[in-house]
């Protein structure tokens, strides 16, 4: 688990770095249906596998929200936790594979009109609407459960609850609220902090034992002994 942690957040952090060099994202979302596809189409391979690796490094969290599920003390936070980030990872990845899926094929579409109406629908619902939206509040709302979970020093729980705090703000973005994108931006550069701190210390947990397989059950039965 704590190898799946750290590679999503270098992957994660990679692509975002290489796609604001080259695509100039997440800037580029501002202008219009027909400059963001030209200038798609103008590096496609290389936004193409860049989309990519920033939806595998998202999608970490699914099995990452399992695998630590599984380790956290017993409770509601840590039950609630799986379904929850398995959820976040989820639509998080869904959002990001419009790029690599179907924008290539708007790109290069001859009738510009109905490629940028398409554009525009699928940045509005699996981009705007579930990616990032969904994605903040569920991204969020995991970090919550994963702080309430797992006992940690003060400064872990802090760094955790900013982070998910500022993530959080970003569903005030397409509201036009002023500060809300750097403060977005500034909570998923605290966040991927955070994630390695919690790799460190999700190593150091075991897993729970079911229910009913205690050591006692393992125990050889003395002659007359009854269990």
Not at 28 to 41: H, K, M, N, Q, S
Not at 47 to 74: E, N, Y
Not at 137 to 143: E, S, V
Request: aromatic letters at 8%; proline letters at 8%; hydrophobic letters at 55%.
């Amino acid at each position: 688990m704590r190898s799946i942690l750290v590679a999503g957040v270098v992957a994660a952090n990679l692509a975002f770095v290489g796609l604001g060099i080259t695509f100039g994202y997440p800037d580029v979302l501002a202008e219009p249906p027909a400059e963001i596809l030209a200038r798609f189409a103008a590096d496609q391979e290389t936004v193409t596998a860049l989309f990519l690796l920033l939806a595998l490094g998202a999608g970490s969290l699914i099995p990452v929200a399992v695998l630590l599920g599984r380790r956290l003390p017993d409770g509601p936070a840590a039950a609630l936790s799986v379904p929850v980030g398995v959820l976040a990872g989820l639509v998080q990845v869904i959002g990001l594979l419009r790029w690599p899926f179907a924008m290539p094929a708007l790109a290069h579409a001859p009738d510009r009109a109905t490629a940028e109406t398409i554009f525009a629908v699928l940045h509005g619902y699996l981009g705007t609407g579930l990616g990032e939206t969904l994605g903040y509040l569920l991204t969020g709302a995991w970090t919550i459960l994963i702080l309430r979970a797992l006992p940690a020093p003060r400064w872990f729980t802090a760094l955790g609850a900013l982070s998910a705090a500022a993530i959080l703000s970003g569903l005030l973005i397409p509201l036009d609220v002023p500060g809300t994108d750097l403060a977005n931006f500034l909570g998923y550069l605290a966040w991927s902090a955070w994630m390695l701190c919690l790799a460190v210390r999700a190593g150091k947990l075991t897993p729970r034992v079911p229910a009913g397989t205690g050591s006692r059950s393992s125990q050889p039965t003395a002659p007359g002994e009854s269990r």
